[in-house]
């Protein structure tokens, strides 16, 4: 096992019961990458970041972080978590939390610093109790990140935030990223994995199904969609052979089909007027779809 | 429009090294974490009023309503009675937030997934039970030093500052098996349930402990299982009272107490989290 990765699943399994949450998964994070893990629910993502964050212990295979087993205190200290679930002390106020989990750091920003950060200054002296769910989020990104950590393990961190929020999130994210940090994101939101990350790997009952780059996973999936404003009925496009459905949204035809070369030669040929044609390949959140669709 | 300052300015960045693999953590930062846990544990406990009022305030009100209000002109004509009444309620002051705090908070944040936040983000090691601790301790010490006034300044009890210091000595680390209980009881129970199973033990312990009022002869037999008793038997002997029982066999008995429900505890805690 190589210090090239900062986060390392080799051939784990983990049982629960009679349940296989994780059967042989090879997991890696490399330095200053946005990798994002997807996967429906009960897919072993949860399981996964437990199992890097040394708070699980494989029943087979082995994990590692920064090169070394994950409950080792050294690659720990290098790392910031953001859970889904957990409820803070209601009673400190939102600067204490963040100095509290800045001190388990060697090197931590300030609080003032993190808050800045995060853009949630104007929170530092509400008690936590007092503030939003998106808020409390906002804290606990804020806390994940204070460490100034080089791995950073995200576990939906977007639920329940506005959009403001969320893009200030992203664009800390980035700038985490480009100053060399890695992350780890789970997330339901495809969009966010499609506009944030480096690679994605996708987890369909405890194996890996695919990974790679945002347009490699797109790439998995050959439909592609054409619209277009055109004479010709969506009855006659219908009955092509290379066409597997067509649909009318107002003027325009929507057609999907996994040869749209040969499709969109043959609606030239047949309607000469035929304008705004448009191909598209597939997005992440069909691919996923299709992709765990095609693994259940 | 988001706060672009704070994500364009690179400032706070200033310091990454995305190089180095090695990050010690030094002595003096690692002492600074545990005092910093201990001291936000008991600022939130300060600041939950149904907490901190019952048990700060509760026994020095008590004694006086008792001591000095009720029974004054009795106390007066009879110290011995004045200062067993004062053991009673300085013992009485330390049980609470040892079983309450440490019970059914530990109970609920175990639930509320606090605890395994706190072993991922590599909290350093026993830093959330000692910050308890501490906090816990940290109420004894309150408790006595607002007993120790009323006692001299409004009780007019003889005690010397030998006797204030060793029975102040004697409540904080006496505030460590009923720590333990409480440790014991939140790392078995739910948090809804914790404070039931704290109740549950706490008030027997109070009354048939022989803390306050003699005993019939029946309960007075099995007054010993209870740390009330032992803790109590030891500030008596500490003002020069008449006691039962060795200090030797008290002290056992407590650190026993300590020690066999925290090995438990941590055990269960380790094993189930």
């Known amino acids: 096992m190589s210090n090239e990765f900062w986060a390392e699943l080799s051939s784990v399994k983990k049982r629960f019961g009679k349940t296989m949450a994780l059967d042989g998964l090879d997991l890696q994070v490399r330095p200053g990458e946005l990798f994002s893990v997807l996967g429906p629910n009960g897919a072993g993502k949860s399981t996964a970041i437990s199992l890097l964050l040394g708070l699980l212990k494989p029943d087979a295979g082995a994990a590692r972080l920064f090169g070394l087993p994950p409950f080792h205190v050294e690659p720990r200290r290098q790392v910031g978590v953001m859970m889904q679930e957990v409820t803070l002390a209601p009673e400190l106020r939102v600067r204490e939390h963040i100095a509290l989990v800045a001190s388990y750091y060697p090197r931590p920003f300030t609080p003032a610093e993190a808050m800045e950060l995060t853009n949630i200054s104007s929170l530092a002296s509400r008690p936590y109790e007092k503030l939003s769910a998106g808020q409390k989020r906002q804290v606990q990104f804020t806390m994940a990140v204070c460490g100034r950590p080089k791995l950073l393990f995200l576990d939906e961190p977007s639920v329940g935030l506005d959009v403001r929020a969320r893009e200030t999130m992203w664009a800390t994210l980035r700038q985490l990223v480009r100053n060399g940090s890695s992350i780890v994101l789970t997330t339901h939101y495809l969009e966010e994995a499609e506009s944030l990350s480096n690679r994605v790997a996708v987890l369909n009952k405890g194996r890996l199904i695919a990974s790679g780059t945002v347009n490699e996973i797109r790439a998995l999936v050959v439909r592609k969609h054409i619209t277009c404003s055109t004479a010709l009925g969506a009855d006659q496009i219908a009955t092509w052979p290379e066409v597997e459905s067509v649909t009318r949204d107002q003027q325009r035809l929507q057609i999907s089909t996994s040869n749209s070369e040969a499709v969109v030669r043959r609606l030239l040929a047949a309607d000469s007027n035929l304008q705004e044609l448009e191909v598209r390949r597939a997005g992440l959140a069909e691919a996923f779809t299709e992709l765990t669709q095609e693994a259940a | ?273």
């Open chain 2, 1 to 273: 429009m988001m706060n672009a300052t704070s994500i364009e300015n690179p400032k706070p960045f200033d310091n990454f090294d995305g190089s180095s693999l090695a990050r010690a953590m030094p002595t003096g930062r690692l002492l600074r974490a545990y005092l910093m846990e201990a001291r936000f544990e008991s600022l939130r406990m300060f600041r939950v009023l149904g907490f901190s009022i019952p048990f700060l305030v509760l026994p020095a009100a008590l004694y006086l309503l008792f001591g000095v209000v009720l029974f004054g002109d009795a106390v007066r004509n009879d110290p011995a009675a004045g200062k067993f009444l004062f053991t009673a309620f300085v013992v009485f002051g330390v049980m609470g937030p040892g079983m309450f705090g440490f019970g059914a908070t530990i109970a609920t944040e175990r639930e509320q997934g606090l605890l395994t936040l706190k072993r991922a983000l590599q909290a350093p090691a026993g830093s959330y039970l000692l910050a308890k601790l501490l906090m816990t301790m940290l109420f004894a010490f309150i408790v006595m030093a607002t007993m120790i006034p009323a006692a001299l300044l409004l009780g007019h009890l003889p005690l010397t500052f030998a006797q204030c210091a060793n029975v102040t000595a004697i409540n904080i680390l006496g505030s460590l098996p009923f720590c333990a209980i409480g440790l014991f009881i939140g790392t078995r129970a739910s948090g809804k349930a914790a404070i039931a199973f704290v109740n549950l033990i706490y008030v027997p312990m109070m009354h048939v402990s022989g803390l306050f009022y003699p005993l019939p002869k029946f309960l007075r037999a099995v007054s010993p299982v209870w740390p009330t008793y032992h803790l109590q038997q030891l500030v008596l002997a500490a003002l020069g009272m008449s006691s039962y029982g060795k200090t030797t066999i008290h002290v056992v008995v407590l650190a026993g107490v300590t020690v066999l429900l925290t090995v438990l505890s941590i055990r269960r805690l380790a094993r189930v989290g």
